[in-house]
């Protein structure tokens, strides 16, 4: 970068904000240059934080404001008196181009909620989508919704694969990116009529992609396909379902481990190859997923992550931001708009 890029920081969202925020601009400074941050909350707090991190205090600035959004808040409320939140003040910053990019880890219906209403949506988008990496067995895919939405209509579901679809091309980048719907069953007869109807306009379409069809929740992880298309109810479950079960196995793995000397001598041995998997399975080099479909970058860190987490979001808004990524997927989805009428005739023929 040739010039200083500035985020913006909703210094309070988080189960362990302010702390694990200004611990992750630490740790993401170790492979950052020329970026600087905007940091919106309490400034007693943040001012005493920034004293024991000086490298942060020197390429950041405090916007006070007491008003947080907690996590159990209504969208509603969080809309409606949430104005001088340090969320909404985050989001208005890139809204009037005074930051690049915008990373929250606080609640996620507001953060949707007030990022559609400051940024606005692309054309054709109905309701922006939380797009993240997952990692799989063949590699990486997409996955969303990952919780944006917890009710979604067939067309909801189409505009997502299609973002997703897009998404894996610039992001990912494949050249021609499988997309399936996550179902109870692979059969055409089975789940509800949302994805059953998305499944049709999606097999009927013109739109240049490859439609894998229905897919069942262990084809996740399988990599069956490159973009797993959902509600962001199922999503999210289905997430934090992973990274739960990915805790559980490492904490099997290192307890059996640790068992007897010949265990921990075998673990010794295989301490390289130890290494590259919990890397692998690590759900915190995954963190920070990005609001797919706002005229905007907004990325969602997970509430629960600790720095190392905040910092891989951070690096994600910084691949999105030099990369030019939202562009790419504006241009390409505003190509692929167009076949939508057809779509939406095929469910009114049906």
Known sequence: MTEPLTLSIDAMGGDNAPEMVIGGIEVSLARLSQVNFLLFGDQVRLTQLL????????????????EAITNDQKVSSALRTGRNSSMRLAIDAVGSGEAAGVISAGNTGALMAMAK???????????????GYYPTQRGESVMLDLGANVDCDADNLVQFAVMGEVFARNVLGLENPSIGILNVGAENLKGNEAVKKASMMLQETTLPIKFHGFIEGDDIGLGTVDVVVTDGFTGNIALKTSEGTAKMFGEF????????????????????ALKKFKMRVDPRLYNGAMFLGLNGICIKSHG???????????????????????EGIKQDYAQLSGHQPELKEAVGDE
Do not use: C, W, Y
């Open 51 to 66: 004293k024991l991190h000086p490298r942060v205090a020197a390429v950041s600035e405090i916007r006070h404001t007491d």
């Open 117 to 131: 209403f400051v940024l606005k949506t692309l054309p054709g988008i109905d309701r922006p989508a939380i797009a």
């Open 253 to 272: 793995l290192k307890q059996a481990l640790s068992e007897s000397l010949i265990s921990k001598f075998g673990a010794l041995l295989a301490r390289s």
């Open 304 to 326: 629960g992550t600790d720095a190392f987490g905040f910092a891989n979001a951070i690096h994600v808004a910084i691949e999105m931001i030099t990369h030019s990524f939202n």
